[in-house]
């Protein structure tokens, strides 16, 4: 592999973080209060209330798509468990 290609790769990753960044700053903030468990029975992390695909994916998600996700963990704090 030659120094180009390489500094390309290298460049796209940067860019890549900087739009992880900047996604993850342009929404509500994660849930996680760092009780990081899943409840067997729900699938749910105990501390959060997120099953493992929202957690995996909060990083990635749209603003409005974490704001869906807050509305579900509401939902699910007022049911059972």
Same mark, same amino acid.
């Given at each position: 592999?030659?120094?180009?290609? @390489? !500094?390309? #790769?290298? %460049? ?5 973080? @900087? !739009?992880r #960044?900047r %996604?993850?700053?342009?929404?509500p903030p994660s849930?996680?209060?760092?009780v ?18 929202e957690?995996?994916d909060?990083?990635i998600m ?20």
């Open positions: 592999m030659d120094e180009s290609s @390489e !500094e390309q #790769r290298r %460049l796209a990753r940067e860019k890549r973080r @900087e !739009e #960044r %996604l993850l700053a342009s929404g849930p996680c209060i760092s990081c468990q899943i409840d067997p029975q729900t699938g749910w992390c105990i501390g959060c209330r997120r099953t493992i695909d957690i995996r909060w990083i749209l603003p409005d798509e974490r704001q869906a996700v807050l509305q579900r963990l509401a939902e699910r704090r007022g049911g059972t468990r």
